[in-house]
């Protein structure tokens, strides 16, 4: 069971405007955005990791309810979902110094906490939305 087509449009629409958003955002000069106070060492609560986790929560949830039924089984959609917003993260990570800003394996490894998460949820939601 997956959602109308006319949902899936909707949610593709808010997948990738959001992703220009965070494109933009994660490339902003780091002085333009720096409103995170980074003088404590917050360990697994740091904003800035929580911030990354929680913008790719949402990438993830858009992905999985845009384009999770396109693939059969469902595990393949999990999976191929998954490496794409991995591979975005990536990228993501690796294109910030050339615009002033600091690549971060552990804000990747955040990003992929998230993406899995909202892709769990994005395919919890998909399942409630398309019931009969």
Do not use: N
Request: net charge neutral; glycine share 10%.
């Amino acid at each position: 069971m997956t959602l109308p087509r006319h949902l899936r449009t909707v949610f593709a629409v808010c997948f990738w405007a959001y992703g220009l958003f965070l494109l933009i955002a994660t490339h902003a000069p780091a002085d333009e955005v720096q409103f995170i106070v980074r003088a404590a060492d917050y360990g697994l609560l740091d904003p800035d990791k929580l911030l990354h986790m929680a913008a790719y929560g949402v990438l993830g949830l858009l992905a999985a309810l845009a384009y999770g039924g396109r693939w059969r089984p469902m595990s393949t959609a999990v999976i191929t979902l998954f490496v794409l917003i991995a591979a975005w993260g990536a990228v993501d990570e690796m294109t910030q110094p050339l615009f002033g800003r600091l690549a971060d394996a552990k804000d990747w490894v955040y990003d992929l906490i998230g993406g899995g998460l909202g892709l769990a949820a994005g395919f919890a939601a998909s399942r409630w939305l398309a019931r009969d």
